[in-house]
Protein backbone atom coordinates (compact mmCIF):
# COMPACT_ATOMS: atom_id res chain seq x y z
CA UNK A 1 0.00 0.00 0.00
CA UNK A 2 2.08 2.13 -1.50
CA UNK A 3 1.29 6.31 -1.66
CA UNK A 4 2.23 8.06 -4.60
CA UNK A 5 2.72 11.74 -5.54
CA UNK A 6 3.43 12.80 -9.47
CA UNK A 7 4.95 16.15 -9.72
CA UNK A 8 6.83 17.89 -13.25
CA UNK A 9 3.78 18.84 -14.91
CA UNK A 10 3.26 22.08 -16.67
CA UNK A 11 2.97 23.46 -20.32
CA UNK A 12 5.24 22.59 -22.90
CA UNK A 13 5.79 23.70 -26.26
CA UNK A 14 5.44 20.75 -29.52
CA UNK A 15 8.35 19.04 -29.81
CA UNK A 16 9.62 19.96 -26.29
CA UNK A 17 10.06 17.77 -23.22
CA UNK A 18 9.09 17.17 -19.74
CA UNK A 19 10.09 15.09 -16.71
CA UNK A 20 7.44 13.39 -14.33
CA UNK A 21 8.40 11.99 -11.47
CA UNK A 22 6.36 9.50 -8.75
CA UNK A 23 7.13 9.97 -5.77
CA UNK A 24 6.37 6.53 -2.97
CA UNK A 25 5.95 6.53 0.22
CA UNK A 26 5.43 3.20 2.53
CA UNK A 27 6.56 -0.49 2.45
CA UNK A 28 8.34 -2.21 -0.40
CA UNK A 29 8.77 0.34 -3.19
CA UNK A 30 11.11 -2.24 -4.80
CA UNK A 31 8.11 -4.95 -4.63
CA UNK A 32 6.00 -3.13 -7.18
CA UNK A 33 5.74 -2.91 -11.09
CA UNK A 34 4.88 0.72 -11.18
CA UNK A 35 3.30 2.32 -14.40
CA UNK A 36 2.41 5.41 -16.31
CA UNK A 37 -1.28 6.30 -17.75
CA UNK A 38 -2.70 9.16 -18.73
CA UNK A 39 -6.66 10.69 -19.39
CA UNK A 40 -7.20 13.28 -21.94
CA UNK A 41 -10.87 14.94 -21.69
CA UNK A 42 -13.60 12.78 -22.31
CA UNK A 43 -11.49 9.45 -22.94
CA UNK A 44 -10.85 6.79 -20.49
CA UNK A 45 -6.89 6.31 -18.99
CA UNK A 46 -4.69 4.98 -21.37
CA UNK A 47 -1.78 3.27 -19.88
CA UNK A 48 1.37 4.36 -21.16
CA UNK A 49 4.62 2.71 -19.73
CA UNK A 50 5.43 0.53 -17.17
CA UNK A 51 8.47 -0.97 -15.53
CA UNK A 52 10.11 -3.96 -13.58
CA UNK A 53 10.54 -3.84 -9.50
CA UNK A 54 14.36 -3.56 -10.51
CA UNK A 55 13.74 -1.43 -13.70
CA UNK A 56 15.80 -3.98 -15.80
CA UNK A 57 13.07 -3.89 -18.24
CA UNK A 58 9.97 -1.38 -19.42
CA UNK A 59 7.02 -1.27 -21.61
CA UNK A 60 5.46 1.25 -23.56
CA UNK A 61 2.64 1.67 -25.49
CA UNK A 62 2.35 2.38 -29.21
CA UNK A 63 1.47 6.19 -29.10
CA UNK A 64 4.73 6.90 -26.95
CA UNK A 65 7.34 4.40 -27.85
CA UNK A 66 10.62 5.85 -28.90
CA UNK A 67 9.91 9.21 -27.59
CA UNK A 68 9.48 8.94 -23.65
CA UNK A 69 11.48 6.59 -21.21
CA UNK A 70 10.46 5.26 -18.18
CA UNK A 71 12.98 4.75 -14.92
CA UNK A 72 13.02 4.09 -11.29
CA UNK A 73 15.86 5.15 -8.99
CA UNK A 74 14.99 2.11 -5.64
CA UNK A 75 16.90 4.23 -3.82
CA UNK A 76 14.34 7.40 -3.91
CA UNK A 77 11.69 5.62 -3.90
CA UNK A 78 10.96 7.56 -7.35
CA UNK A 79 9.95 6.59 -10.60
CA UNK A 80 10.27 8.79 -13.46
CA UNK A 81 8.96 9.58 -16.60
CA UNK A 82 11.16 11.40 -19.38
CA UNK A 83 8.94 12.52 -22.46
CA UNK A 84 10.79 14.02 -25.48
CA UNK A 85 9.13 15.09 -28.67
CA UNK A 86 5.48 16.27 -27.02
CA UNK A 87 2.47 16.54 -29.43
CA UNK A 88 -0.73 18.44 -28.70
CA UNK A 89 -2.14 14.76 -28.33
CA UNK A 90 -0.25 13.76 -25.14
CA UNK A 91 -1.98 16.74 -23.09
CA UNK A 92 -3.33 14.97 -20.53
CA UNK A 93 -3.09 14.30 -16.38
CA UNK A 94 -0.27 12.01 -15.76
CA UNK A 95 -0.78 9.29 -13.01
CA UNK A 96 1.48 6.75 -11.62
CA UNK A 97 0.13 3.59 -10.02
CA UNK A 98 1.26 -0.18 -9.16
CA UNK A 99 0.87 -3.32 -9.50
CA UNK A 100 2.67 -6.60 -9.16
CA UNK A 101 5.48 -8.69 -10.43
CA UNK A 102 3.42 -11.37 -11.84
CA UNK A 103 0.81 -8.70 -13.49
CA UNK A 104 3.86 -6.93 -15.35
CA UNK A 105 3.28 -6.62 -18.89
CA UNK A 106 0.00 -4.73 -19.08
CA UNK A 107 -0.74 -1.17 -19.28
CA UNK A 108 -4.80 -1.84 -18.31
CA UNK A 109 -5.78 0.73 -15.08
CA UNK A 110 -8.00 -2.53 -13.72
CA UNK A 111 -4.71 -4.16 -12.94
CA UNK A 112 -3.03 -1.44 -10.89
CA UNK A 113 -4.10 -0.53 -7.22
CA UNK A 114 -3.11 2.40 -5.61
CA UNK A 115 -2.37 5.92 -8.03
CA UNK A 116 -1.54 9.18 -7.39
CA UNK A 117 -3.51 12.36 -7.49
CA UNK A 118 -1.85 13.12 -11.17
CA UNK A 119 -0.17 16.22 -12.53
CA UNK A 120 -1.43 17.77 -15.49
CA UNK A 121 0.64 18.17 -18.96
CA UNK A 122 -0.74 20.04 -21.68
CA UNK A 123 1.30 20.32 -24.79
CA UNK A 124 0.00 23.79 -26.73
CA UNK A 125 1.89 26.70 -28.78
Known amino acids: QLQLVESGGGLVQPGGSLRLSCAAS????????IGWFRQAPGKEREGISS????????KYADSVRGRFTISRENAKNTVYLQMNSLKPEDTGVYYC??????????????????WGQGTQVTVSS
Open 51 to 58: ITTSGDSA
Open 97 to 114: ATSFPHMYGTLHEADFGS
Open 26 to 33: GEAFNRYV
